[in-house]
């Protein structure tokens, strides 16, 4: 059994971030339509609030990273 794992861009997790911090979002709903876990979602939130502007360091770069290119506002 093979394990995937997806990378993110800093920029994918910063947007869901905001789009999850705005009134009347259901974060379960949100994660449903990005195709990710919405655990996802709080383990993020949490690490840019430990973190502040050093979270996401180890991340995709945009050059390589073929996964979730759309933006939001085409959700």
């Known amino acids: 059994m093979t394990i995937r794992k997806t990378k993110f ?16 979002t259901c974060i379960a709903s949100l994660a449903r339509d990005l ?6 979602i709080y383990k993020w939130s949490k690490q840019l609030n430990q973190k502040q502007d050093k979270a996401f360091k180890r991340i995709a770069d945009n050059t390589e990273t073929t996964h979730h290119k759309a933006t939001h506002s085409e959700l």
């Open 9 to 24: 861009t800093k920029a994918f997790k910063l947007e869901t971030l905001q789009l999850a911090n705005q009134p009347n």
């Open 35 to 40: 195709d990710i876990r919405r655990n996802m």
